[in-house]
Structure formats: C-alpha cells, structure tokens
C-alpha cells in the first residue's frame, strides 16, 4: 500500500476515533441501581443534569455522586461501584 494511503487511513481513524467513543451505550442504570440494593430514581438523582453517557466525570464530580449514594445507601463501598459498573456494562 502506497504510503499516501496509509497516510490517509491514519487520519481518518484519528478523526473517527472520538466519534466512536462517544457512540458507546450508557451502562444500564436500573442494573447498576440493583447492584447497589438502589432504585434507579435514586441512583438518577444523584447524577449530575448535563452528565454525557460514557464519559468519564470530573473526580469531584465522581466524589459528589458517590457521597450522595452514600447518604441513599451508607453500606456502598468504591468496591461496590466498580462491581455495579461491571454488571451495568451491556
């Protein structure tokens, strides 16, 4: 293959890539609620408004939704969301 073309197959995956990681699924929020012993209200509740689905949060972001699953659930660990975002993964 040409090097032009290799050249070019570069770029377009590069400007592809992002496109493609934001096509991900959300988790599945009623079996990440489940996973926490929540409802999926609750868990809804504590995410912040203009929260984008796969994407990552801001840490203080991720800090504030964790204390307020605490204040729904205090037995939620950091373990336990890992575990719950396993679960919801489609």
Do not use: W
């Not at 796969?54 to 204040?71: D, H, I």
């Amino acid at each position: 293959m040409p090097y032009r073309h290799v050249k070019s197959l570069s770029f377009a995956f590069l400007m592809l890539a992002p496109v493609c990681a934001e096509a991900q699924e959300a988790p599945d929020v009623a079996a990440f609620a489940a996973a926490l012993n929540m409802t999926e209200a609750q868990v809804r509740s504590c995410l912040p408004a203009d929260m984008v689905p796969g994407k990552r949060l801001p840490r203080s972001e991720r800090e504030a939704v964790f204390g307020c699953f605490q204040q729904i659930n205090p037995n939620v660990t950091q373990s336990d969301l890992r575990t719950a975002m396993r679960s919801a993964q489609r």
